[in-house]
């Protein structure tokens, strides 16, 4: 299992001064929707510069229409990211441009499809997709899996199913994640690092529990061990 730390802070500057106190942990780099739009690929050559080593997750979730979404992924992959993700939703044809457009490309980046936001709870999923949320996600996921993408973004309470609809290979990234019960925030669907383990979950995103802390070194180290 691998930590992803969320780069979700309100400046480049505060961004690049966690990168750079994570600069010798094992950790992938996570960069959202409120840090790319602001910073840009700037702030992915800053954070490579910082450690060339880091490995950088784009989490922009894209969903649009296939010819659209197979463009944004040409654009994703020559910012030279190491994961990007799509949105399921946005369904089998486009996902399956989207991979088929990385076919020639030399050391891909990893790309999964998110299915059921860890902030929706059941009603809150329903109103929107009709469907439970453990159907519907594993639904999802087998859509990504005959698609050709190399996994998903789920909560730990879907990482087992969905690894048993598709192959115990096709990777799940966990967001949600409060080592020590730390506040939830928006996060519905939220479990520990020890459960993430026992669920098979290939990556963890953390966020608010290492950024928010007085002690984010310490904290990520302490979720190093606990992996
Ligand atoms: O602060 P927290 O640990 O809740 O951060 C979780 C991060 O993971 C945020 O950057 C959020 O955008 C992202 N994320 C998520 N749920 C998903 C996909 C990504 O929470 N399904």
Known sequence: MELCVALDLPSKKENLELAKLLKSEDVWLKVGLRSFIR??????????????????FLDL???????????????????????????????????????????????????????????????????????????????????????????????????????????????TLTPGIRPNQEAQGDQKRVADVKMAREQKSDFIVVGRPIYQSGDPLGVTQKILEQI
């Open 39 to 56: 910073d840009g690929k700037p702030l992915l050559e800053e954070i490579k510069a910082i450690n060339p080593n880091f490995k950088i």
């Open 61 to 171: 979730k894209i969903y649009d229409i296939p010819n659209t979404m197979a463009d944004a992924a040409e654009s994703m992959v020559s910012l030279g990211v190491d994961m990007f993700n799509v949105h399921a939703s946005s369904g089998k044809e486009a996902m399956s441009l989207v991979m088929q457009r990385l076919s020639s490309v030399q050391n891909p980046p990893l790309v999964l499809a998110v299915t059921a936001l860890t902030s929706f709870d059941e009603n809150s999923f329903f109103a929107i997709y009709n469907e439970k949320i453990a159907k519907k996600a594993a639904q999802f996921a087998k859509d990504a899996y005959a698609s050709g993408l190399n996994g998903v973004v789920c909560s730990v309470y879907e990482s087992l199913l969905i690894k048993q609809e598709t192959t115990s290979n096709f990777l």
